[in-house]
């Protein structure tokens, strides 16, 4: 009760942090908050042509697939990327002035999040183009995207706490999270990594569970798996305990290392 009276009386502060980072992503922009919608659609157009032609795709609904996976994952990489930085970005405000530190890196999820939520809207044209219409059954996308926020966060702050100490950790995790894309079926059907030996790499990949429960909903109309759900939610919990007991135990060392 006294982290929740702690965490409570600073919302303000988060909910500032929040606005700051959303003002500074896209300062001296003059398309704004619009390329949120513009980059993700460009990136699908050019995925779609290429991979659709070298994988002989003919699916209609190609392009909606590709979409998914690309959001879901760029809100997943710019999340965690952004909390990895959020110490270290905040060195000056942490020396001067006595702030929760685990509000950097939980105001710099947050305002990916505050993005990714407004760039979902590029989904509904797409939709209609590709020949899917709304069902009563997008009300359950709410599930995935919470469990992908619980994931962001949770490999967000074992980031943040590693990150101070070893600086190369940013360099490190930009090849791990291209292999993460690649294990995620971001932009290819999965059914043959399935059928192969190396079906454990999609398995037992979170982030791929919960985009393929995105799918499900959007695309096919369907209810997700229950063991995708399960999957998902034991992992982003496990990630959350074990980012916060370590960002706990070593915030006291932040200020000696930043």
Known sequence: MEYFRNFWGH?????????????????RS????????LEPLLTTIVLTVVFGTLFGV??????LYVLCGRLLFSLFSSGTTSAMKSIRD????IK???????????????????IFLISLIILIPLSLYCG?????SWLLIFVPLILLLMLTFGVGMILATVNVFFRDMEYLWEVFKLLIMYMSAVFYYPERLLDSPYA??????????????????LIGGETYSIHHAEYAFGSALILIVIGCIAFYK?????ILNI
């Open 200 to 217: 454990f790499l999609l398995k037992y990949n979170p982030l791929y569970c919960i985009i393929e429960m995105f799918r499900y909903v």
């Open 132 to 136: 899917v219409y709304p069902k009563a």
């Open 250 to 254: 070593k915030q006291d060392k932040f």
């Open 58 to 63: 003919k699916d209609q609904s190609y392009p």
């Open 90 to 93: 905040n060195a000056g405000m």
């Open 96 to 114: 001067k002035v006595y702030v929760p530190k685990y509000l950097y890196p939980m105001a710099s999820i947050l305002f990916n999040f505050v």
């Open 11 to 27: 919302r303000y502060l988060l909910a500032e942090l929040v606005k700051k980072g959303i003002k500074l992503k896209y300062r």
């Open 30 to 37: 003059y398309l704004g908050i619009i390329w949120s919608l």
